[in-house]
């Protein structure tokens, strides 16, 4: 999910949330699409 996040990141999508451990068992963060609108990435916590 990192280096997704890295690779849409680079493409020129804005980020809203960097990544991180969420509490509830995964790692998280959040983009936003060309019109301002989050998108989600998510993953489970190894």
Excluded: I, K, S
Excluded at 4 to 23: C, N, Y
Aim: proline share 9%; glycine share 8%.
């Amino acid at each position: 999910m990192d280096a997704l996040f890295v690779d849409v990141g680079a493409a020129g999508h804005r980020a809203e949330q960097q990544p991180f451990h969420a509490f509830w068992g995964q790692r998280y963060a959040t983009l936003l699409d060309p019109n301002g609108n989050p998108v989600d990435l998510y993953a489970p916590l190894e």
